[in-house]
């Protein structure tokens, strides 16, 4: 069975552009959520997603929106990029939204802002 | 403030000894906690879960204890292995009504010796 998967693995973006990161959670999961992890730091939640409806928000500016499709994909979207932005974006994906869920990691996407 | 906390950057054990890894967390609300394992250029993988109506968990040669009163969390790896060097993040949910996100710790490095 495939895991989360994501796309790009690397990507490099100059400041003030645009990137949008892509996700696929494992089959059956209704769930996705998203986290940053910079380095030396633990990840850090940004958006949980069930059913294509935002479900939970974490602490990051407006210039970071996700959405959910109706096959559970999701894309996390991040405009106006600063260079405090490059960090291991990870996908992550979950049953559902009982409480005790595990999620489930993709590799991520390591996005680099010069 | 950090919510869940591993106060041990970094862990060295000898092959075939015992590995235990420590997190602390303040929030009472916390009912799911989870053990990730890392290594660079990867995503996170789960390793094992408690609920907050347990004590102890186990799965093969890891255990994880739950002590709610001291809000102190450890996974024990029984014998470690060159293979289990890597980072290893704990994980805690807290409990809201339909939603839920993860908060982590900043991670330990474990470096199993041969």
């Known amino acids: 069975d495939a895991g989360v998967t994501q796309s790009p693995t690397h990507l490099i973006k100059t400041r003030g552009q645009q990137v949008t990161l892509r996700c696929s959670p494992i089959s059956g999961h209704k769930s996705v959520s998203w986290y940053q992890q910079v380095l030396g730091q633990g990840p850090q939640f940004i958006f949980q997603?069930?059913?294509?409806?935002?479900?939970g928000r974490g602490n990051f500016p407006d210039r970071f929106s996700a959405r959910q499709f109706p096959n559970y994909s999701s894309e996390l979207n991040v405009n106006a990029l600063l260079l405090g932005d490059s960090a291991l974006y990870l996908c992550?994906?979950?049953?559902?939204?009982?409480?005790?869920?595990?999620?489930?990691f993709g590799e991520g996407s390591w996005l680099t802002v010069v | 403030d950090q919510q869940v906390k591993q106060n041990s950057p970094s862990l060295s054990v000898q092959e075939g000894r015992i590995s235990i890894l420590n997190c602390d967390y303040t929030n009472s609300m916390f009912d799911y906690f989870l053990w990730y394992k890392k290594y660079p250029a990867e995503g996170p993988t789960f390793l094992i879960s408690?609920?907050?109506?347990?004590d102890k968990n186990e799965d093969g040669r890891f255990t994880v204890f739950l002590n709610k009163s001291a809000k102190h969390l450890s996974l024990h790896i029984v014998p470690s292995q060159p293979g289990d060097s890597a980072v290893y993040f704990c994980?805690?949910?807290?409990?809201?009504?339909?939603?839920?996100?993860?908060?982590f710790g900043t991670g330990t490095r474990l470096k199993v010796l041969a």
């Open positions: 994980a805690a949910s807290p409990t809201t009504s339909g939603t839920y996100k993860y908060i």
């Open positions: 408690i609920s907050s109506i347990k």
């Open positions: 997603y069930y059913e294509k409806e935002e479900r």
């Open positions: 992550a994906s979950s049953l559902g939204l009982e409480s005790g869920n595990t999620i489930y």
